[in-house]
């Protein structure tokens, strides 16, 4: 049986840092979130009689290579192969191949797609399609491969993770779908290259800082606002609060111990330049930044064409990723090999 799926990267307007379970996987927090056109990874799984599990990954621009279990991420991996297998009582060994269109660990998402993708293939190649239909379920199945993130690009459009309390309690819903608001995300990347601390490794350390429980707290109320500002699409109310939750994540990753600092000389400039732009213009874009020193830039679409062009002049911006909301996982009917 062979079987290909694309899924989405997505940026979250509301982050999920911090676990309140690390065996499945729970959020602190809700999280919510936009699915990128931009950014996709296709995964390709074949079951059937081979001597063991092969998985080849391909980065953006790099050439396929054997994965190898020597980290946390490759780990979740296989561990998911192996589960999946077992829920199927199942005995075949698998193929895969998955490639991404972008640059991998470098705060844009990449585990999002490709656990996703992943995920959705092992379900449907081992015959259990009724998991794969069932988006809730999906989504449930997608959380224990350990990103959290990767559960919100289940769903195209806009997506809230919900923290749940255990493992039929805990999953993604879709706010609105693809179609519901034209917002676009700009990418503006700044160092393509892999990030130094994952942030599978960085999230068990969240509760090591000072600051995580105030953020916890502070952002309750965010929670709420940003999900009615998508219902309304309303962005002079959903802007400031993607920018607050953003500036709230990074205060509590530098403060944990040990701190992880992920902004680049480019990250901060970007970011103040925006905040000029709307100050001195009333250009309404807002950055927002996860795991990584590339910058997300957020507006609506008839302001894109402005702000793209004002981040093409900033000396740091190696290259801009231009992203509108889109489908989430999906079925596709050519194969990686
Ligand atoms: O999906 P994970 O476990 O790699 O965590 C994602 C963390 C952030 O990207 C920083 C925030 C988010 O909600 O996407």
């Not at 992943?118 to 990103?147: H, I, P």
């Not at 879709?174 to 599978?200: F, M, R, T």
């Not at 959903?238 to 480019?266: C, K």
Request: with cysteine; net charge negative.
């Amino acid at each position: 049986m062979k079987v290909s799926v694309v899924s989405p990267a997505n940026i979250a307007f509301i982050k999920y840092w911090g676990r309140a379970d690390h065996q499945i996987f729970l959020p602190r927090n809700n999280n919510i979130s936009m699915t990128m056109s931009g950014c996709a990874t296709t995964t390709t799984v074949e079951t059937g009689n081979f001597s063991s599990d092969d998985v080849q990954v391909k980065f953006f621009e790099k050439e396929y290579t054997v994965l190898e279990k020597d980290s946390i991420k490759a780990k979740n991996i296989f561990d998911q192969i192996e589960r999946i297998r077992d829920l199927a009582k199942s005995s075949q060994r698998v193929r895969i191949k998955s490639e991404n269109n972008f640059p991998a660990d470098a705060g844009i998402a990449s585990s999002a797609s490709s656990f996703s993708a992943l995920t959705a293939a092992l379900l449907l190649a081992f015959g259990l399609n009724e998991k794969f239909e069932d988006k809730v379920e999906l989504s449930r199945q997608v959380r224990l491969c350990g990103s959290g993130s990767a559960i919100r690009s289940v769903y195209g459009g806009f997506v809230e993770f919900l923290t749940g309390h255990d493992h039929e309690t805990s999953y993604a819903v879709q706010i609105a779908d693809e179609n519901y608001w034209d917002l676009v995300d700009l990418v503006a990347v700044v160092d393509p290259e892999k990030k130094k601390i994952s942030s599978s490794e960085c999230h068990q350390l969240a509760d090591t800082s000072p600051y995580f429980e105030t953020r916890i707290k502070e952002m309750q109320p965010r929670i709420d606002i940003v999900r009615q500002a998508i219902l309304d699409r309303d962005f002079r109310k959903l802007g400031p609060e993607i920018e607050r939750d953003s500036n709230s994540l990074h205060i509590v990753m530098m403060t944990q111990i040990p701190a992880a600092f992920y902004w680049a000389p480019g990250t901060i400039s970007i970011m103040k330049s925006i905040m000029d732009w709307r100050e001195d213009d009333d250009l309404q874009a807002y950055f927002t930044i996860d795991a990584g020193a590339n910058v997300h830039v957020i507006c609506e679409k008839k302001d894109a064409v402005e702000v793209k062009k004002r981040l093409q002049n900033n000396e740091y911006v190696k290259w801009i990723i231009e992203n509108k909301p889109c489908a989430g996982t999906h079925i596709i009917s050519e194969h990686l090999f």
